[in-house]
């Protein structure tokens, strides 16, 4: 199965509600993110930024720093990752959109960061995935006082002219070798009244994941993936990662955002791997960017595959530093999953 998310039709009409369509390709991974989709009056934009997963996995990251669409949309920073792997044992993807200070329709939506998580995992016997981590910030609706809040899947709240859907989940997959999730945290659909037509469809933070696995010998080396969210409420971090060695060669590339303190690492490249002892953690570092500076460095003191789910089990720790900046985080994920890959 390649699962890639695609325009869902509703009432017979291509609107950009995302899921995946299935290929019977085996031993494969797919994710998919973006920050905003906007059809309205005519007008198209987006979905912008965005990221799609390669079947063998990997990491892809994308970051857009405002979108302003007349009469429908804007929001400052829109961040989108996508990370995936595939080892003798099991299968993972990890796909996160997060976005800041959003107001939908001449505030007929607002929030101060919406985030969606989707995550899914399969070991050959047993298959899942997961939104843990998703959440909105601030939301206001039609005026209404900000709230922090994680929507039960799939609420439908009726707002003028149309429906306003939180956390908009579609989950597919036999729970055996495959399953796939995605996760559209905001989705605005207005209709013309006579005739039921589908004149604004938006959709805000959209992750998706998706697994396909049949074990079966495979020789490689050491390596880790993952991404997902440390923290909660408003003081929250989100991140992807792939590290480890290949053919005696190492690859890794590394997102990392820290919501509040503003911080945004990317790296490109790894300098250093390793495996921490007999434990399921591996440690890393490299050179990084730092908010689109360049003469930093990154250490990922330790990453750490506890089991799954990732959320409330895996472990990520790491330091930031150069020029105006020590900075530190470690914690447990609120959303997401680790993978490691061990020889």
Known sequence: MNLRMRHYVLSLAAIGLLVGATNAHPNSVSGEAFGISVNAAGVTVGPTPHVVLPPDGGMVSDRLLRIAVPN????????????GSIGPNKASAQSSATVEVLNVLNDLVKATVVVAVSSSTAAGSTATSSSEGSTILGLSINGSAPVDVTPSANTQITIPGGTLTLNEQ??????????????????????????????VDIIVASAHSDVNFVPAPKAGNAFMTGGGKLGTGRDIATFGFN???????????????????????????????????????????????VNNADGYRFTVNSACDNGEPGVGHDTFDISVSGPGVSYSRNGTLTGGNLQLHPE
């Open 243 to 289: 590290a480890g060695s290949r053919g005696g060669v190492l690859h890794g590339q590394l997102e990392y955002i820290d919501h509040a303190a503003g911080l945004n690492v990317h790296s490109l490249s790894i300098d250093s791997f390793g495996l921490i002892g007999e434990t399921p953690c591996v440690t890393f570092s490299g050179s990084a960017r």
């Open 170 to 199: 579609i989950l597919e997959g036999d729970g055996v070798h495959t399953s796939a999730l995605t996760v559209n945290m905001i989705h605005v659909v207005l209709k013309e009244p006579l005739t039921g037509t589908i004149t």
């Open 72 to 83: 429908a949309a804007a929001s400052s920073t829109l961040e989108v990752v996508t990370t």
